[in-house]
């Protein structure tokens, strides 16, 4: 279990240090893109709607399984009400969830990190969580997967089901899909990899050694798991080859010129919470605690229930995670 939580640790610094690139190279090339970011910013934004389910800021339910004083204690934490403004600098919580989103079917969020910046530390948090964990699906009165609750209700869903496993407020969240992933690797002009093992997915033949991949080629080269020795530690190993290309190819001379296309790209593949007239004041607020990062992940143990697997959380990990998120807050 440690050594697959190294991996995904890997996996996200790649992916973090890949947006931070982007950062720099569209604030570096110009008023021009920094018109295509602010129209961008505008076309992304869709805010979190209302929810019966989600935790009520400053109104804490105190978990069952605390004692009489450790409840007095988490409770007076979160009193008051809490409205975190990112251009006054606030701490604030972001749920990224990357979805798995097909025709005539919402899918399912198969990365999940929950991510708490404090621009006061300064520093960010990353926290992990399993697609498999095993959990109460808000509004649902059922335990499920805990990726299930995307296919349920939405973003909505998702971000009130991370609140009530961990008893803290989501403030913000960003999601992208898979074809969005395809389509800027296009615009980039494809990855380039070397390829260790051999294999055939969805009619595609990769053969071993140096590969030159399309969008689509790429998509089916790091989703292959089955035909992997390694499993899941095989993909995640691609994954990071393909990430790292991606980033090398965004940093080359040829990339910087492709941009623009790919902020249109990121228009039509990403939606967040965080409103267009909030990202400068972001940029400008938040830059230092960007580059102290650290990284917690939700300790458990895979079982098996009716030939389905699911992750399950130690005893006393959700309660242990809530403390640490809410001292990151500085709540």
Request: hydrophobic share 35%; charged share 25%; no cysteine.
């Amino acid at each position: 279990m440690k050594k697959y939580w190294s991996k995904r640790k890997k996996w996200e610094k790649i992916l973090l240090a890949s947006f931070l690139i982007v950062l720099l190279l569209v604030v570096g090339s110009g008023s021009f893109i920094y018109y295509k970011l602010q129209h961008t910013a505008e076309a992304i934004y869709e805010p979190l709607p209302p929810s019966e389910f989600r935790v009520k800021v400053g109104n804490f339910n105190p978990m069952s399984t605390h004692d009489d004083k450790k409840e007095t204690s988490r409770a007076a934490s979160t009193e008051g009400p809490r409205v975190p403004s990112l251009k006054d600098g606030d701490p604030f919580t972001m749920l990224i969830m990357g979805v798995d989103e097909r025709d005539h079917d919402r899918g399912r969020s198969d990365t999940l990190i929950l991510a708490v910046v404090n621009p006061n530390t300064p520093g960010v948090t990353l926290i992990s969580i399993p697609r498999d964990t095993m959990t109460s699906i808000a509004g649902k009165n059922k335990e499920d997967k805990i990726n299930h609750a995307y296919a349920f209700g939405g973003v909505p869903m998702a971000v009130a089901t991370v609140e009530q496993m961990l008893q803290i407020p989501i403030d913000h969240y960003i999601k992208t899909n898979m074809q969005g992933f395809e389509e800027i690797i296009d615009v980039l002009g494809g990855v380039d990899i070397q390829n260790k093992l051999a294999f055939s997915l969805d009619g595609q033949y990769f053969e071993k050694g140096p590969l030159h991949l399309s969008g689509e080629k790429a998509l089916a080269y790091v989703r292959m798991r089955k035909a992997d020795p390694k499993g899941d530690f095989g993909r995640m190993d691609r994954q990071q080859e393909v990430l790292s290309s991606l980033s090398n190819k965004a940093l080359s001379f040829e990339g910087a010129f492709q941009w623009v296309g790919m902020i249109d790209k990121v228009s039509e593949h990403v939606k967040t919470s965080i409103p267009s007239s909030e990202w400068t004041k972001l940029m400008k607020n938040y830059n230092q605690a960007l580059s102290h990062l650290e990284r917690e992940s939700l300790n458990g143990s895979g079982i098996r229930q009716n030939g389905i697997y699911y992750y399950v959380l130690d005893s006393g990990e959700r309660e242990r995670m809530h403390d640490i998120i809410i001292k990151k807050l500085g709540l």
